[in-house]
Structure formats: structure tokens, C-alpha cells
């Protein structure tokens, strides 16, 4: 037996009396669940700490306070206020991105794509009389132009905006428009 288990099992015993709680002796039995401690079992013992009497401290006097007296300060023109979007940003010069040559060209083809699939829609839209429920139109865009879904959305929020065709939500038609028409890039 090694010195700290010596040094620990004497302390474990002394708590063990000071609390009442000795070890049971020959003939008597341990509580259900007790196991002998180990030295690989960490034993917890409480800490015994006596209470002191409780002290409870005078309510400190409450003293007025004198009125802060602040100097005048000098007449000042206000500074303009910063605009609203750069109030809690930085600025800090964007780097502009590199775009390879690659890149450049695949925006340009999807932009020239983007442009045919308008003029395709506003002409399949006059074939039609002017007037289309939704859904064929997405179907004619989604087989012809390759272009569903968001993509669709996307063109359909494009063709509004420019006044080239009116939604109405109620009945779920386009219609093209003069505008739409006479329309050409």
C-alpha cells in the first residue's frame, strides 16, 4: 500500500467518523448498494463547513445627490447624418472579381439564350391569339427553350416588369401586350 492510499484511506475514515458514518462492523451488513471503495473508484467525500451565524448589514443611509451642473457647450453645426444602408457598414472598396475567359463567354451564351427564349415566348404568345392560360406556356418554355421551373419565374417576372405582358393572378392568363408586340432587342 502506497503512501497516498494510506494518507487517503485515513482521511476517508476521519470524514467517514465525523460524519457518523463508519464502516459496518463484523456481523453487520452494508446498505444495499454499497460498494467498497477502490483506488480506482473516486470517492466524493462532502465538505464540512460550519456555519456562521447570519449577518445582516445595515441598509446604507440614502443621501440626495446634487444636481449635475454640465457646462454650456459651444454652438455647433450638426453634422449630416450618414445614409441609412452605410449606418453600420464599412467602406471598404469591393474587389472586383476576376472572371476567366471561360466564364465571360458561358454569361454571354446564357444571356443570348435568355434573349432567344423571350422572343420565342412573346411569339408563341401572339400565335396563340394573345392569351394563354399558365401552364401551357411553361410547358411550351420548359420542351422548346429548356427552361422551367425558376427559370420560368425568373422570365415571366422579366416580361412583366417590362410591360411586355399582363398576369392576372385571378384567372391565371398572360396576355401580351403592344408593347410585347413590337417588342425586339
Do not use: I
Not at 470524514?15 to 458514518?21: D, S
Not at 446498505?31 to 448589514?57: C, E, I, L, N, R
Not at 475567359?101 to 454569361?107: I, T, V
Amino acid at each position: 500500500m502506497g503512501l497516498r492510499s494510506r494518507v487517503k484511506d485515513g482521511l476517508r475514515g476521519s470524514v467517514k467518523r465525523l460524519l457518523g458514518r463508519d464502516t459496518p462492523g463484523a456481523g453487520e451488513t452494508s446498505p444495499a448498494g454499497h460498494m467498497p471503495a477502490t483506488a480506482a473508484t473516486p470517492v466524493v467525500a462532502p465538505a464540512v463547513v460550519p456555519a456562521a451565524p447570519a449577518v445582516v448589514p445595515a441598509a446604507p443611509a440614502v443621501v440626495p445627490a446634487a444636481p449635475a451642473v454640465v457646462p454650456a457647450a459651444p454652438a455647433m453645426v450638426p453634422a449630416a447624418p450618414p445614409p441609412a444602408a452605410a449606418a453600420h457598414t464599412r467602406a471598404v472598396p469591393k474587389p472586383t472579381p476576376v472572371v476567366s475567359d471561360e466564364e465571360a463567354e458561358r454569361k454571354e451564351k446564357t444571356r443570348k439564350h435568355l434573349l432567344k427564349t423571350k422572343q420565342g415566348m412573346l411569339r408563341w404568345l401572339d400565335q396563340q391569339g394573345g392569351q394563354s392560360p399558365m401552364g401551357p406556356m411553361h410547358d411550351y418554355c420548359e420542351r422548346r427553350f429548356f427552361v422551367a421551373h425558376r427559370g420560368f419565374s425568373n422570365l415571366m417576372e422579366e416580361l412583366t416588369e417590362g410591360g411586355l405582358v399582363l398576369y392576372e393572378g385571378d384567372s391565371g392568363t398572360v396576355t401580351l401586350t403592344e408593347a410585347g408586340r413590337a417588342w425586339t432587342p
